[in-house]
């Protein structure tokens, strides 16, 4: 089967530095593809170039198989996308934003009433863009991405900003389209709704694209321990000195540790034996978040809006 | 494709209330100086406000008023893309950079049909108050070119507002580079010139903004008019402006708008959005 997106060494420089660094990967049909990566990575970079508003200075890619201009411009319109925060006429209304979008996508009026219904914004349609909240602006957003039925949908970083509530609505949306066959390509920061939303993901930092696999996949192979003591420092120190430990890092007061191997019993014994007794000894299962702290070393240098 | 960015670029300038406070204004002052006109020319008999005779009149005086509203009106409907990043999700939506720009520029021929139908019309109907029946519908080839050559300064003052509205990207700038431009800083540097040397007085005769003004000069149609000046000049001793020849003009014009526009273009594609 064609992948959806087929990215091959792509790369963007600005000067000399390198927002976006040789980076490859695919798409399958059907995937929730979760693209990874703190602030400054080149997350929107990539999808400005996949969506013809940058453009690259190295490799290529390919939208539906398409790789020439003519190709891709043809294969947007199959494209549903948001990039960044929503961006849409203030003055205007949400209905008649949705209708300038419908038009370039060949949608009809029906569809603007539908899209606006599914997200829930089907009462205030007739309000100003300007007027909408946060989450109101993001599900106008998401409702545009729907117009013309795109057999893609690119989301950056869709929850931002919302509080749990407005999350959860944006999560429900993007299952309904998953559920409607669509694939999706959704960037994001927020781990933990990748990790609860998204079949697929790739990790990029500074540039470059450090993994790329199923959710399954990435979080499998090790366990990951946690651990509390009066003395983080030393046990932060004895920790590391553990044979079976794959990676350490710091998390508030507590040590998250990923090992090959965990039995509880001998990790408590081993600390009792160096001097240091824990308050809180847990064993649980690896998540995205532990995998990627420790492809990208962020829990050695503090998690800044990566969480 | 086209049209329907045409058709987007026409739903969004009739729902941004900038655009018709700008219009509303721009209606009223010719409202106001034509009512003048028509009062005057009913007080005074020296003065007359009538069709023909004041085609020159409604044509082409303070002609600027109609590049500053249209302007202005151009540099807002462009370059606030750029600050809510519209332009942006215009492309990712299906528009190619291409499309946006041909929908960008046909807002020029839109806004000089809508200001220039709208000072014509108000006008005419003063000046038809004035009017013998039967003379009302004298419209001479001088009168045609003298409208030719305000549609033509027209677009050059809209060309450059859209080349500058995509190279600043930025409204409030935009403006004040455009109106800075518009206003002064062509005079300055073509002043500039000539006193440094006699040399560039020719140069400096084809300057956009020179040409653009040289051809919604109504006397630059009608020799009757252009004597009555040379000799309005000569008695105050003053030396008479050499106009172009016609053809000389529109086509240097012509080139210009057509830099400005290939230039406002390629700056775009170029760029990132």
Redesign the interface.
Known sequence: MTPVIEVAGLTKRFRKTAAVDDISFAVEPGQIFGFLGPNGSGKTTTI?ML?????PTGGAFRLFGGGSSTEL?AA??RVG?????P??????RGV?NL???A???GADERAVHDALDVVGLGKRKRDQFKAYSLGMKQRLALA?TM??DPELVILDEPANGLDPEGMREIRDIIHTLADRGKTIFLSSHLLWEVERTCTHVAIIQRGRLLRQASVGEITTGGEVVELEAADVGALDRAVREFPEVQSVRVDGDRIVATMQRADLAEVNRYLVERGVYVRHLALRQRSLEDVFMEVTGAGDHGMGEVA | ?IW??Y??EL??MA???AFWVSYIFFAFIALVGYLEDYLEARASPDRIFRLPDSWDQILTNDVEINFIFAGVVLVLLVANEFQ???A??????????EQWFVGKLLLIPTLIGIFMATRTLVGVAFALAGTDAGDAALVTSVHAMAMGGVILAMSGALALALFVSLAVRNTGPAMAVWFFYFVALENLVAGGLVQLSDAFRPVVRFFPMALFNGAARYMQYDPEAYAAYVNRMAQNGREPLTLFDTSVLWGAASGWVAVLVLGAFLWFRRR??
């Open positions: 400005g969506l013809g508003i940058i453009t411009h947007r319109r996308a948001t990039l960044e925060q961006n849409f006429y203030p003055y205007l008649d209708r300038l979008v038009r370039v996508k545009a117009m013309g | 494709m329907i960015a058709r987007n739903t969004k729902h941004r209330l809510w990043r519209t942006r999700q215009n492309v990712i939506d299906g528009l190619s950079k990132d959005l």
